[in-house]
Structures are given as C-alpha cells and as structure tokens.
C-alpha cells in the first residue's frame, strides 16, 4: 500500500499531495485502517488559509438565515464526531502502519483527474502546450472532488451548509470579494449522523461578542428560548452552544441553570434538572481506561440512573468540548480516551446503559 501512495501522489500537485499526506496522518493517528473523503475535507478546514473554508464562510454569507463567523468551527467539530464513528483497526501495529485509500477516496481522486484532464483538454484546444500524461491535479480540482462524496455531502448538509453552493464558490471565487461581515442573526441547526444515532441534535451560535461588551439581556432571552425549544422536541435533543468568547457560553448556561432553580421553564421541562458535570475540567488525556470508566463514567451513569430511578428528567451540561477537537489522540496502537469516551456517553444517552 505505501507504494501505491506514492504513486498515486504522482498524479497529484506538491500542494495536493501534501494534503493527501497529512490526511494518511490523521486516519493513522486515530488508528483508522482507511483514508476517507472526511480526513481529507478534516485537514483541508484545519488550514487556516484553505479555499473550502473561504468558500464555506462565503456560502454562509450568502445565506442570512444561516450566517455566522463561528460556523466554520461547528462544521469542524462536526467533522471530527464523524470521524470518531469510522471503526479503528483492531490490529496492535508492531511496524510502520500504513492506512490503505478507501473505495470512496479512489472514486473522488479519479474524478479530480478525470475533470482535471478535461479541464486542460478545454483550455489546450488552441495551443497544445503540456502533454495530457503528465496533468496532475490541482488542490481546488481535488477539493470539489471531496465535495461531491456523500459523506462529505451529509456531514456539511447536517451542519447547516450546501455542498452545491460551495462548490459554486469555489468555482466562481473572487479574490476581490469582500471579507465576511458579522450579522446579528442567530443560528440554530438540526443534524445528526447516519445510524449512529446520539450525534450532537442541535448547535446555537451566539451573537458576536464585538456587538457588545457585557452580555446582553435581550440575546440573552434569545438564547435561552431557543435552548428550551431544542430541549422541547422529541428527537435530536443534544445541543451544542458555540460562542466567539468563553465569557457569552458561560453567561448563557449560567442564566440557563438559575431558570432551572428559579422553576421558570416551560411547564414540559417543571420536573426536569439541571445538572454540571464539567468534563473539560478532567485531565482525560492523562487517564487509563480504567480511570476513565472509575472516574467519570461510573459517576455520571448513577447521575443518570438516580434521575431515571425518580421519574424525573434531567439536562446534563459538560463543558468546554475542546479536548473533543484539540487533535491529541495519543500513539496510533494505544487506547484512544476520546473515541471511547464519546461511544459511551452516546450510549448511555440513548439508554442503552442506565441499567448497567
């Protein structure tokens, strides 16, 4: 397989090779036995200077109802809950493991050269300067390639963007465009994943902290009433709330708990708890498998269990979701505290494990 990368990365630019190459970092890392669309569309939103992000916060733009400057950073996050439910390799790797290219991954690469190659067919019609043997796809060729992969598709349609606008972006991208301008408007997006069933139900963005200096009453009732709506429905109840500062998300579930306390909830949640149980504040990346289920997933499942044991129901904040995100996953052969932290919180969650 090692030689078959290689000679893949033949067909490709420096710049899309390089992608390639730092996405067969990232599936190894997270012990994945396979690249996919998702590691390649992951690493090229990690880049800070990367034309799919451009495109995507243009597409945003576009759209007032879903406009805001943090939702790039949703659509990451997004992204990498995706890649926490793709299954690791069970192998212990003694030597240098390298992940093989996904059926999917094949199927976008030969269309990025396929259009590639017509792409310069088009534009050598007049002066045949470069031989069609030695085209090689370019980054913007590769990413509208990824674009059109399903998984890809999904994920950003469930984070709240199009694929086919973006794509449009990308093919139609002014370099004089106007930098994106903060709008006032919030942001509340369904979305799950697949099968999995206990994806995050629901992201509220909060207004851009530069509109103000303190936070606001007025966004502030906002906000909360659109947390209550989420909690509300019957399915996809899981909410994340992204913010420009710490200060607005602690502000916002802070009012959130008082009206707990307070009992000035909608009379569907009068019986319902809220209950901190910060796991941002625990050195995960420091503990054993053993201390993870000891530590914090023993504790919460009682939390749950004394809840479900009353007949009442029970709003579980847990923090700063940073370490969910931070691209630490440890030696790629190791247990990986992330991805079984997440898988056993969805369950428990879904109630799979409140009688354990």
Request: aromatic residues 8%; positive net charge; contains cysteine.
């Amino acid at each position: 397989m090692r030689s078959g990368i290689y000679t893949l990365q033949e067909t490709l630019t420096a710049e899309s090779a390089s992608i390639l190459k730092h996405s067969l970092g990232l599936a190894r890392r997270r012990n994945h036995a396979q690249i996919t669309p998702l590691h390649v569309a992951t690493t090229l939103l990690s880049l800070n200077a990367s034309s799919l992000k451009k495109a995507c916060l243009k597409s945003q733009q576009q759209n007032i109802n879903h406009n805001h400057p943090l939702q790039c950073r949703a659509l990451e996050l997004c992204f990498n809950v995706a890649l926490n439910r793709l299954p690791t390799s069970m192998i212990q790797h003694q030597h240098v493991f390298v992940p093989s290219l996904s059926n999917a991954l094949i199927a976008a690469l030969k269309r990025a050269q396929a259009h590639q190659r017509r792409g310069c067919i088009e534009q050598n019609q007049n002066q045949n300067q470069q031989p069609l043997l030695s085209v090689k796809v370019e980054l913007d060729q590769l990413i509208l390639s990824i674009l059109d992969d399903p998984s890809v598709s999904r994920v950003m349609r469930e984070a709240g963007f199009s694929s086919t606008s973006v794509k449009n972006n990308l093919e139609h991208e002014n370099h004089h465009s106007s930098s994106l301008t903060n709008h006032n408007n919030h942001f509340l997006s369904s979305y799950g994943y697949g099968n999995y069933g206990y994806g995050f139900g629901s992201v509220l963005f909060s207004k851009p902290s530069q509109v103000y200096n303190h936070f606001p009453l007025q966004s502030c009732k906002e906000d909360v009433k659109l947390v209550f709506d989420v909690l509300l429905r019957k399915k996809k109840r899981n909410i994340v709330i992204v913010s420009d500062t710490v200060s607005l998300t602690e502000g916002l579930v802070n009012e959130l708990m008082e009206k707990f306390e307070r009992d000035e909830v909608p009379n569907e949640l009068k019986k319902t708890h809220f209950v901190k149980f910060n796991l941002g504040s625990i050195s995960l990346k420091y503990m054993k498998k053993e201390e993870v289920e000891m530590n914090v997933l023993r504790v919460l499942k009682k939390k749950v269990s004394d809840y479900v044991a009353l007949g009442v129901g029970a709003v579980f904040y847990v923090g700063d979701l940073k370490w969910l995100v931070d691209g630490d996953y440890g030696d790629e052969s190791c247990y990986n505290h992330v991805d079984y932290l997440v898988d056993e919180i969805g369950k428990l969650f879904c109630g799979e494990e409140i009688n354990n």
